[in-house]
């Protein structure tokens, strides 16, 4: 058995200059503009429910073509930032969390049956919901670093996934990715069920 | 093993090397205050949008009217004392100027020549520096002044061939403006709300 070697004099040097190439330690919270803004974005991308129902909200637009298209993507922040009024007055809006799981089963529904109804239908399904997911935004907005970046950053954030939502919708140009979206549909609805029995309280 | 030694020495590290409690002269300040401040950002990215979705002619007028009325406006904010309507009217701007874009009708130009030097007064007046007197006040209002253009020239030549040249540049331009009408009802009803 060999006899372990003494560290030569060069690896230990190495060692200790590479102990002195400290990394920042990155452990405060943000505060101020960039703060707001990090919450604000993330606040949508971190909540799986929020998440899947803002891409569906793309994903219908896409199967619906022109104008839905566009149409529904801007009628969701406009809609929206009305629920977000609602929550800074404080007005209760029954069943939050119930209407935003409920928003990702029937979205999800609606993308996995290709459902087309009339535009003027259609959009008032996807503004009913923006309700519910602004008033959640909208009751957070006074504890936020910085409210207006809080607002710039949760729209921003939820047009995005609209926009991704749009983009995986261009599969429909193809008869396989017709087939692909609507399996994205039932995804969506799955997990819209999940959450809707979530917040039922039966699990 | 002395090979290592050398590469060990690449490894980076931020060099902090930057005094932050120091300016950066105030023609610098100038710029960056409407830049590094949303509440100017914003509307004036949307005044670039909707100069974007109007004729050619008439979205030039932006290039000219906005800095002007913007220099106007500095300049009288910080010889005077700014009255309590301006921050209401800039926080309306994101409100109106989005709904503006979100509508993307060709505007009278009077009606845009007054939206412009409205808003560029208005925001003008909100990004003036009261302890400022002399060369660094005219630097000031040169640097807040600059960035009016830039940002303006930069966004209406963008969105004007974004509309002009893509199939989908008006409706990407509208989307935008969805946003900044959304963002300016939530943060106009915030700051009414909070209003003592």
């Known amino acids: ?203 | 093993m002395r090979r290592l030694l050398w590469l060990a020495l690449l490894i980076p590290v931020p060099a902090s090397a930057h005094l932050v409690s120091t300016r950066f002269g105030e023609f610098y300040a100038g710029m960056l205050h409407p830049v590094t401040t949303l509440g100017h950002l914003v509307p004036w990215l949307a005044v670039g949008l909707l100069a974007g979705l109007q004729h050619s002619a008439l979205a030039r007028k932006v290039l000219l009217l906005f800095p002007l009325a913007v220099l106007a406006g500095t300049w009288m904010g910080s010889e005077l004392n700014t009255a309590a309507w301006v921050g209401i009217v800039n926080q309306s701007s994101l409100l109106i100027l989005g709904l503006l874009v979100v509508l993307a009708r060709p505007l009278p130009p009077a009606v845009f020549s007054g939206v412009v030097m409205i808003h560029g007064l208005s925001h003008g007046l909100g990004n003036g520096a009261t302890d400022l007197s002399g060369n660094g006040l005219l630097l000031y209002v040169l640097g807040v002044t600059t960035a009016a253009y830039l940002l303006v020239t930069l966004l209406t030549a963008s969105s004007h061939q974004l509309v002009t040249r893509q199939s989908w540049g008006t409706v990407a331009i509208r989307a935008g403006g969805s946003w900044i009408a959304a963002v300016g009802l939530i943060y106009l009803t915030f700051t009414l709300l909070a209003a003592p």
């Open chain 1, 1 to 203: 058995m060999n006899k372990p070697t003494a560290l030569q004099p060069a690896t230990l040097l190495t060692f200790l200059l590479l102990t002195l190439c400290a990394g920042q330690a990155q452990a405060h919270a943000e505060t101020g503009v960039a703060g707001g803004l990090i919450s604000g974005f993330l606040h949508p991308l971190l909540g799986l429910d929020h998440l899947v129902a803002m891409v569906a909200v793309g994903l219908w637009g896409a199967q619906l073509q022109k104008p839905a298209i566009w149409l529904l993507p801007i009628t969701f922040p406009l809609l929206m930032a009305m629920g977000a009024v609602l929550g800074l007055f404080g007005v209760p809006v029954p069943g939050i969390e119930v209407g935003i799981a409920l928003s990702a089963l029937i979205l999800g529904l609606m993308v996995l049956f290709s459902v087309r109804p009339p535009l003027v239908v259609a959009a008032v399904i996807v503004g009913f919901f923006a309700i519910f997911h602004g008033h959640a935004h909208g009751t957070e907005l006074p504890d936020a670093a910085n409210p207006l970046a809080y607002g710039v950053g949760f729209v921003v954030s939820t047009g995005l996934l609209h926009l991704a939502g749009i983009v995986l919708g261009v599969l429909t140009l193809w008869p396989a990715g017709v087939r692909a979206v609507k399996g994205l549909g039932g995804c969506i609805t799955a997990l819209g069920v999940y959450f809707s029995v979530a917040s039922f309280g039966w699990l």
